[in-house]
């Protein structure tokens, strides 16, 4: 994987594991409630649950890549507008509600918890699908390829969840003040979207090269 698409890719994820989500807003209810090793268990199980989804389509792509290849400008360019979209529905997203999160004392609940949480949100995998196409060769998705792609994402998740955890109790006073959540909406949306103008371009460039 080339450099600036690591870097692509890795503030993309790290932007997505920090936007507002059930994940996220469990997290920060966890970490302002109780230690950071809960939140860090819990954290782990959302990561794990992430990387199956991630898991599935990098390996799904291996093997469609062929039949789909003549379509990867079009799925490239579906895969920029939903990001517009996800910036777009983000920046216009009412008051953030951030509730008491139940989680029990034992880590291993603690992971089970984090990992349903991502494991049954569809959005993960819709997400996962729309970006990929966008960043990486779908004709070189061998086995090396894909497991640098899993651990840029993991570490882009791990470094978003490490974030929410160390400043639980500021980002859960930010998100408590109506202003303030807006303008996280507002923040996060705008970069989502700009992520995907850039990509909109760079392959729409990238054609007529």
């Given amino acids: 994987m080339e450099q600036s698409t690591f870097t692509i890719l890795f503030f993309t994820i790290l932007v997505f594991a920090m936007t507002p989500g059930p994940g996220t807003l469990a997290l920060l209810s966890i970490s302002t409630t109780r230690n950071f090793l809960s939140s860090m268990t819990f954290s782990v199980g959302l990561i794990i649950g992430d990387l199956s989804y991630l898991s599935l389509v990098v390996f799904s792509i291996d093997v469609l890549a062929q039949r789909i290849e003549p379509l990867i400008g079009i799925v490239r360019f579906i895969g920029a507008a939903y990001l517009m979209y996800l910036g777009y529905s983000q920046w216009t997203s009412g008051a953030i509600k951030l ?53 840029t994402v993991a570490w882009g998740l791990l470094t978003g969840l490490v974030v929410i955890s160390l400043l639980g109790k500021q980002l859960k006073r930010i998100i408590n003040s109506p202003n303030s959540a807006q303008l996280v909406n507002r923040i996060s949306g705008t970069v989502m979207f700009l992520v995907g103008v850039s990509l909109f371009f760079c392959n729409y460039i990238s054609m007529q090269t």
């Avoid at 992971?111 to 949480?117: D, R």
């Avoid at 196409?133 to 899993?150: H, R």
């Fill in 99 to 151: 509730g008491d999160f139940k989680s029990n004392s034992s880590n291993k609940k603690d992971f089970i918890a984090g990992f349903v949480i991502s494991g049954t949100n569809p959005k993960v995998m819709i997400f996962y699908l729309s970006v990929l196409p966008l960043m990486i060769d779908l004709t070189k998705v061998k086995l090396s390829y894909a497991l640098q792609i899993i651990l």
